[in-house]
């Protein structure tokens, strides 16, 4: 099993900044991937995949965030980060932590994003 844990939501103005972590604990050998999902305000069952990185470092980003946010790992630290700059309203979601490890996913609470003037 593993677990996650996210840290650094908050409330931030348009354009704002905030800054994601995801701390992985428990069987964390063999990590393939650790990602960043959201479901964006007012649609609790859409799950949209925000930025991922794998072990050998390949990222990807959704492209409403290309430009705008950066994902960092430290997988020896079993951590990631998500660096959300020009923040904008529709940013608004509750932001989840995402493990990979041998074809199982897991997943951390969540941590809620507020882009609100």
């Known amino acids: 099993q593993v677990q996650l844990e996210e840290s650094g939501g908050g409330v931030v103005q348009p354009g704002g900044s905030l800054k994601l972590s995801c701390v992985a604990s428990?069987?964390?050998?063999?990590?393939?991937?650790m990602s960043w999902y959201r479901h964006p305000a007012g649609k609790p069952r859409q799950l949209q995949l925000v930025a991922s990185i794998n072990s050998g470092g390949r990222i990807t980003y959704h492209d409403s965030v290309k430009g705008r946010f950066t994902i960092s790992s430290d997988f020896a630290a079993d951590t990631i980060w998500l660096q959300m700059d020009a923040l904008k309203p529709e940013d608004t979601a509750v932001y989840l932590c995402n493990a990979q490890r041998y074809l199982a996913d897991y997943w951390g609470k969540g941590t809620q994003v507020t882009v609100s003037s």
């Open positions: 428990g069987q964390t050998a063999a990590i393939a991937a």
